[in-house]
């Protein structure tokens, strides 16, 4: 099974993906799409589309992984995270894949152990799934750690 894990934003999205081969994880590809602040937010939103399009052609993902929705302190923050969840859930509909959400805790428990981890231990911890993998990001590595847990937690078809 073929998952793309994607932590999503409106300036930086990260992505992987990640294959169940036997009982491994096989990380195969993964990136950080960086988008410019000069942008406007429907012109930022068309360019994350965009590049999640190319990811998902390129790579034919049997699923999608998402973090669901949080909290933020930051209304503004909040509403355009969810915009760019958004383009993803649109993605996975018009191509037709499945798409499950997560919450940060139960991905960074997953990977971790810990559900109060922080992005650089999950990062660290990622070293010990995929020995000598480079991550572009905290975003990217992010997303591989929700690839991941959806792997752990899915029903088996």
Not at 35 to 42: D, E, F, N, V, Y
Not at 55 to 70: C, G, M, N, R, W
Request: hydrophobic share 40%.
């Amino acid at each position: 099974m073929r998952i793309l894990g994607v932590d999503p934003g409106t300036l930086q999205c990260g992505w992987g993906i990640v294959d169940q081969e036997q009982s491994d994880p096989v990380l195969r590809s993964s990136g950080t799409i960086r988008i410019r602040a000069s942008l406007t937010l429907p012109e930022r939103l068309h360019r994350l589309f965009q590049e999640l399009k190319i990811v998902i052609e390129k790579h034919s993902p049997q699923a999608i992984a998402l973090e669901d929705t949080f909290l933020a302190k930051n209304v503004k923050a909040a509403f355009s995270l969810g915009q760019a969840r958004g383009i993803v859930v649109l993605l996975s509909s018009l191509h037709k894949i499945p798409v499950s959400f997560y919450t940060a805790l139960q991905i960074k428990k997953t990977v971790t152990g810990y559900g109060r981890a922080e992005k650089t231990q999950v990062s660290q911890m990622l070293g010990y799934y995929f020995p000598g993998e480079k991550f572009s990001s905290l975003d990217s590595s992010d997303a591989i750690a929700c690839a991941l847990c959806h792997l752990r937690h899915r029903t088996p078809y």
